[in-house]
């Protein structure tokens, strides 16, 4: 398990083939954090089932409409609300997949603040 509490550092290779972007980063069984520059992913189940995924995103020193989107390589995907964020709060909001996910998918979440990209967690779930 400390393994899983790794942070991911940058994003990885373009798969052309499908077209998604994958970053490159830990694998887990479905339950830890995991954060990209401001932005965090956390789960809070076992196995290879992903019942509510939490993102959230650092703010800084201005105000800022927030948002995140929330996805897994095998189709499934959520978009969070969005909200105007006062100076130095963080935004969170949560996703419900409610189902298991093969091992192997990956989860990733994108942040973003005033319309721009600020940080890009992605984690491999496994069994």
């Given at each position: 398990m400390t393994n899983l509490r790794k942070i991911?550092?940058?994003?990885?290779a373009t798969a052309a083939a499908v077209g998604l972007v994958l970053a490159a980063g830990p694998t887990a069984s479905a339950d830890g954090k995991w954060c990209n520059n401001s932005v965090c992913i956390e789960t809070y189940d076992s196995g290879t089932?992903?019942?509510?995924?939490?993102?959230?995103?650092i703010n800084t020193n201005q105000p800022h409409r927030i948002s995140a989107r929330v996805w897994t390589t095998d189709g499934w995907s959520a978009n969070t609300k969005v909200e105007d964020?006062?100076?130095f709060r963080t935004y969170r909001d949560q996703a419900y997949p409610q189902r298991h996910f093969p091992a192997g998918t990956r989860l990733c979440a994108e942040g973003f603040r005033g319309g721009d990209s600020v940080g890009l967690p992605c984690v491999t779930i496994t069994d």
């Open positions: 991911v550092a940058g994003i990885g089932y992903l019942g509510r995924v939490e993102v959230s995103v964020v006062d100076a």
